[in-house]
Nanobody
Framework: QVQLVESGGGLVQAGGSLRLSCAASAASGSIFSINYMGWYRRPPGKQRELVATITSGGSTNYADSVKGRFTISRDNAKNTMYLQMNSLKPEDTAVYYC??????????WGQGTQVTVSS
């Protein structure tokens, strides 16, 4: 059973930075090193969207809205994935989640971590 826990969110002014973490339980196994993983976000009143992905080989991809500002990475030894967010904008305000980068059949969603960017 894969269990994912997101953390690192908070309130930040526009232009600021945050680093989000996604930790997998020990029972989840080394999911980050063998799966296509992603960070998602759900802005207020909107649907969830995929913002960054990382393959098992380490290749990354980003939504146009975050390209050049966000960086996805992982630490296989710590079984943790990260999202470094720089130059934050009010439109980045959302609840952020991690999960497999798929269009269906996700693992159970965690609680997410709230990111609020003030103008």
């Amino acid at each position: 059973q894969v269990q994912l826990v997101e953390s690192g969110g908070g309130l930040v002014q526009a232009g600021g930075s945050l680093r989000l973490s996604c930790a997998a339980s020990a029972a989840s196994g080394s999911i980050f090193s063998i799966n296509y993983m992603g960070w998602y976000r759900r802005p207020p009143g909107k649907q969830r969207e995929l913002v960054a992905t990382i393959t098992s080989g380490g290749s990354t991809n980003y939504a146009d809205s975050v390209k050049g500002r966000f960086t996805i990475s992982r630490d296989n030894a710590k079984n943790t994935m990260y999202l470094q967010m720089n130059s934050l904008k009010p439109e980045d305000t959302a609840v952020y989640y991690c999960n497999a980068a798929r269009i269906s059949s996700w693992w159970d969603w965690g609680q997410g971590t709230q990111v609020t960017v003030s103008s």
